[in-house]
């Protein structure tokens, strides 16, 4: 059935480069869509991608989405919108993404024209975002501090839907954008068209991860189609199931409110929304509210900190295995005497050992609970952070025999445990951390972002 | 004493952006999530405790629809960083497991 005033929105996969199925992508062609539309980034996977600038996902696996993409998007003459590129979505992640768009666009003889949105921030503009007052955290996080920005390789603003639907507007095959909310990207073609805002946000919300809000999420690909009431969600295979309750279960997912969800420009408040099916695939949602608010935009960054270097052993010896607690609680000891008496009492002092004990407490790091059965085997991690990689690696060098050797208890035959690695040591290189959690308040939706054109048949670009 | 695992079908954590967990408690069916989901046993006071976290800033939320009780509560540090050993947060639920819950 299709309404009046729809915007069909293709969501081919939760996140580009996770694995498009081309048979899906294929069997949305068919219903007309006026948009694919998908994410390729996130911060679920920790702080390392957008403080180095590098993907989460292999290029060869973005290549093979892109290519199953651009095919389609050809194919159908409408626009593909790509939102938080590269992972972090930070100015070197979007480039490496435009270079495999044009390297695709080129194999494949097409000549799109691509609109690029850039969300890196510049810290100086921050700063004096900063003194104006219009800087403000979120919780649990603090006033913004000076450190905190130092302490960042990257800084990104999250985008709102508007310099996508300008993008379109500008006539862009493609566009690839920046760091940007999960649903702005999504909800930016129903919104140009017209579409019910509440509608269109609950709907990109519900589409963001793909396949997540169906009944079988190995099939990635759905269809939102939003008109000027609310939305209706299906997914692309027809062997899967969108049903009232899986659909309104994803409000909950990686949602701190399964209710209210801020985004550039308002909030959208699903409190009342209806969940009915349709038919036995596709679900209708009502009742979903935009509210206007004044336009934010949120900060993410990250950076690089001290440096690690690992080992690890695996033990079977029933006498540590009687005793986890004590054992390590012992190695730690010995281990920090061993580090005292061999380094300069400053150089020491600057150094973190950790000891986790994988198949007793490693995971929470909290006490077992008491008459805990001992366990079958141990395999024991050893980390050391330190302010440069070599001096984690020689923590790591200083503390490998006893970490190797110690006893189980006073005047135990010396033992080896089970290295599975020569050398022992593996260099794992910077630790890196998020410092930001604030929102930017901002006069406009563009003003802290970017727009480049590529025409991508003559190599060119212009602002 | 009936633990929340044997009233509970799913119960999942996961980050919720890098500053918080958010914890999702799936109960079997409308009556045993009518009994429980307004325990103290499962509220932020208790929840604070278990994670070591300031009690007035998690959020519980009912969702009636699901027989769901939502737990959010910041981290105790950001995701990431020297010490993290839960990098999604996927394994915050364990503790929640084994809660008695009156009635």
């Known amino acids: 059935?299709?309404?009046?005033?729809?915007?069909?929105?293709?969501?081919?996969?939760?996140?580009?480069g996770a694995g498009v199925r081309a048979d899906e992508v294929e069997a949305g062609l068919a219903l007309s869509p006026h948009a694919i539309a998908l994410d390729a980034g996130s911060t679920d996977s920790g702080p390392a991608y957008l403080a180095s600038g590098k993907s989460k996902y292999s290029r060869a696996a973005v290549k093979r989405d892109l290519t199953v993409l651009m095919a389609a998007r050809a194919k159908a003459g409408i626009p593909l919108l790509i939102g938080s590129c590269g992972t972090s979505g930070c100015d070197m992640a979007l480039d490496w993404t435009l270079e495999t768009v044009l390297e695709v666009a080129r194999e494949q003889g097409g000549r799109p024209r691509i609109a690029v949105l850039y969300s890196e921030q510049d810290k100086s503009v921050l700063r004096a975002k900063a003194a104006a007052g219009a800087v403000k955290p979120l919780a649990p996080m603090g006033p913004l501090e000076e450190e905190a920005l130092d302490a960042c390789s990257h800084i990104v603003a999250l985008l709102g839907p508007e310099p996508y639907i300008a993008a379109l507007d500008g006539g862009a095959d493609i566009v690839l954008g920046g760091r940007t909310t999960d649903t702005a990207v999504l909800a930016a073609a129903a919104l140009r068209r017209g579409g019910h805002a509440g509608a269109a946000w609950h709907a990109a919300k519900t589409a963001e991860c793909g396949g997540q809000c169906t009944l079988n999420p190995t099939y990635p690909g759905v269809m939102v189609s939003v008109d000027s009431e609310g939305f209706s969600i299906a997914p692309l295979s027809t062997a899967n199931r969108c049903t009232p309750q899986t659909v309104s279960a994803h409000m909950l997912y990686e949602n701190a409110d399964p209710f209210r969800l801020t985004e550039p420009g308002g909030l959208l408040d699903v409190a009342d929304a209806r969940y009915a099916a349709v038919d036995e695939r596709t679900v209708r949602v009502t009742g979903s509210r935009w509210e206007p608010a004044p336009y934010t935009l949120k900060l993410e960054g990250a950076g690089a900190g001290p440096f690690q270097t690992?080992?690890?052993?695996?033990?079977?010896?029933?006498?540590?295995?009687?005793?986890?607690?004590?054992?390590?609680?012992?190695?730690?000891?010995?281990l920090e005497r061993r580090l005292a008496r061999t380094l300069a009492h400053e150089v020491a002092a600057t150094i973190?050992?950790?000891?986790?004990?994988?198949?007793?407490?490693?995971?929470?790091?909290?006490?077992?609970?008491?008459g805990a059965a001992p366990p079958r085997e141990i395999g024991l991690m050893f980390v050391a952070t330190a302010p440069t990689q070599a001096l984690a690696t020689e923590a790591a060098k200083i503390c490998n025999p006893f970490f190797f050797h110690l006893p189980a208890g006073e005047g135990m035959e010396m033992p080896s445990y089970a290295f599975p690695f020569s050398p022992a040591e593996i260099e794992r290189g910077q630790v890196f951390a998020f410092h930001l959690n604030h929102v930017v308040s901002v006069e406009s939706p563009f003003e802290l972002m970017r727009t480049r054109w590529v025409e991508s048949a003559i190599g060119a670009d212009h602002d | 004493m009936t633990k929340l695992r044997d009233v509970c079908r799913h119960i999942r954590s996961k980050n919720a952006g890098p500053f918080w967990i958010t914890v999702d408690l799936f109960f079997d069916?409308?009556?045993?999530?009518?009994?429980?989901?307004?325990?103290p046993a499962i509220g932020p006071d208790a929840v604070a405790v278990?994670?070591?976290?300031?009690?007035?800033?998690?959020?519980?939320?009912?969702?009636?629809?699901?027989?769901?009780?939502?737990?959010?509560?910041?981290?105790?540090r950001p995701q990431g960083g020297a010490f993290e050993r839960d990098m999604h947060g996927g394994q915050q639920y364990v503790p929640l497991l084994d809660i008695d819950l009156g009635g």
């Not at chain 1, 973190?352 to 008491?370: E, F, H, K, T």
């Open chain 2, 50 to 76: 278990l994670f070591g976290v300031d009690p007035t800033q998690v959020k519980r939320f009912r969702i009636d629809d699901l027989n769901v009780v939502k737990l959010s509560y910041p981290r105790a």
């Open chain 1, 352 to 370: 973190d050992i950790s000891l986790r004990p994988y198949g007793w407490n490693a995971v929470s790091g909290r006490p077992p609970p008491q």
């Open chain 2, 29 to 39: 069916g409308g009556e045993t999530y009518a009994r429980h989901a307004d325990d």
């Open chain 1, 310 to 334: 690992m080992m690890l052993v695996g033990i079977e010896d029933p006498a540590v295995l009687a005793d986890v607690d004590a054992f390590v609680g012992r190695m730690q000891h010995a």
């Open chain 1, 1 to 16: 059935m299709t309404r009046a005033n729809e915007t069909r929105i293709l969501v081919p996969v939760g996140a580009l």
